[in-house]
Each structure stands twice: as C-alpha cells, then as structure tokens.
C-alpha cells in the first residue's frame, strides 16, 4: 500500500462548480503537505502549502489538513475551464537537513472542468 | 520570475548509452532536488543537493550519479541506460526550510 493515496479520478465538472479532491497518509511523521498543479508533459506548479493542521486559503483555492484524520483536501470554488490538469498531492517529513524537500506525491487527478 | 531551468527539453538515446541532463535553479536556491517520473506515474524523489553536498539519496540507481557545482546548478548523469529509464527527469529547487520546492519543466528522456 502506498503512503499516500489519491483517487486518480478522472474528474469531470461544469465551469462554476465546486471541485474538492482528497488525499489521505499513513506516514504520520509528515509535517508539510502540498498541492501542486501539472500541465501535460510540463513541471508540477506548486498551488497550495500547508504546514501540520489547519486550513489556509488563497483565491478560490483553500487547503485543509487534518492530521488526527490523515487526511488531506483542495477545494476549486468557480472552477474554470483554464483549471483543467493533474493535481498532485504532496506532503514531506522534517528529518533533518533538507529531508523536508523528499516529497511523497499522491498518484494525481485529472480534472476537466468544461464550459 | 525567473525559474527552474533544466536542459534539454527532450533526449532521445539507444540502450546502453549515457546521457547527461542539466538543472539551473531559480536564483539563490540553494538545494536542488532531483525527481523521476515515469508514464502514469507520481514523481519519485532519486537525489538532492545543499550547498554542492549531496545531502539525501533516494531510489537513485546505482548507474545514474549527480552533482551540485559552485554556480549551484546540478548535472545528473546517467549511464549504461535502459528502456525503463524512460521517463520525465523533473528538477526543483528549494531556498527554505518550509519544504516550498519549485520545478522545472522537465527533461523528457526516451531511451530506444
């Protein structure tokens, strides 16, 4: 079983909706969680940051993390068509060093967001 | 704002060739990481480097090595290829230590 598990979807919505995508943890030493944004044959753009539990919001875009929970969301209010791509979950523990940059990546999900 | 870097976009090489791919980091990004994906598949961490010392290893074969220089941009070489290297070699780089890493776009490698 991996550490990190992400439903791969696909994910198919109409523009305006209310995306939310989820991803839970085994690993309870992770400490930073992440939300990153992948483009087709592109680098991953990191969308959301999060250290330990809390929610933060940032546009139409908000973060939530319950570590009792190990569990992990990315809310897209008024999604848009320019919103469509993979979305990968990320988190890291702090071992030391730079140990923290050693991410664990969900498998992503593919979302369309049609007009 | 400038980037990551890396270079080239694309690299096609026969088995048992070497290849050697390039990452600059975003200007004074100290750690650079080094991640491998693979089709369909989430990025997997291979190496990474602080201060031009390699600084963790992950599931990096023993034919690929790398390095960090005094300019801070970082070369990963790889040897003896195979077809399962085939892949999407990703770099990012870091500059603190609340784990914000910044990626490249990409080498995208094809081994034939």
């Known amino acids: 079983q991996k550490e990190v598990e992400q439903d791969p979807g696909p994910l198919s919505v109409p523009e305006g909706a209310i995306v939310s995508l989820n991803c839970t943890y085994s690993?309870?030493?992770?400490?930073?969680f992440m939300w990153y944004r992948q483009y087709s044959r592109k680098g991953p753009e990191l969308l959301m940051y999060?250290?330990?539990?809390g929610n933060k919001e940032d546009g139409r875009f908000t973060a939530q993390v319950d570590k009792s929970s190990k569990y992990i969301s990315l809310f897209i209010r008024d999604s848009q068509p320019s919103d469509s791509a993979t979305y990968l979950c990320?988190?890291?523990?702090?071992?030391?060093?730079?140990?923290?940059?050693?991410?664990?990546f969900g498998q992503g999900t593919i979302l369309t967001v049609h007009p | 704002a400038a980037g990551v870097i890396q270079s080239p976009r694309h690299l096609i090489k026969e088995k048992r060739e070497t290849a050697t791919l390039k990452c600059y980091p975003i200007?004074?990004?100290?750690?650079v990481y080094w991640y491998q994906q693979g089709p369909g598949q989430d990025p997997q961490f291979l190496i990474s480097?602080?201060?031009?010392?390699?600084?963790d290893k992950g599931s990096i074969p023993d034919r690929f090595s790398a390095q960090q220089f005094s300019d801070y941009h970082s070369e990963l070489n790889m040897s003896s290829l195979e077809l399962g290297d085939s892949a999407l070699y990703f770099c990012?780089?870091?500059?603190?230590?609340?784990?914000?890493?910044?990626f490249g776009s990409g080498t995208q490698l094809s081994v034939l």
């Open positions: 990012a780089s870091s500059f603190d230590v609340r784990g914000r890493l910044f």
């Open positions: 690993n309870s030493a992770f400490q930073y």
């Open positions: 999060t250290y330990s539990s």
């Open positions: 990320a988190m890291s523990a702090n071992a030391g060093g730079t140990s923290y940059g050693k991410l664990t």
């Open positions: 200007p004074r990004h100290d750690t």
């Open positions: 480097f602080y201060e031009k010392m390699q600084s």
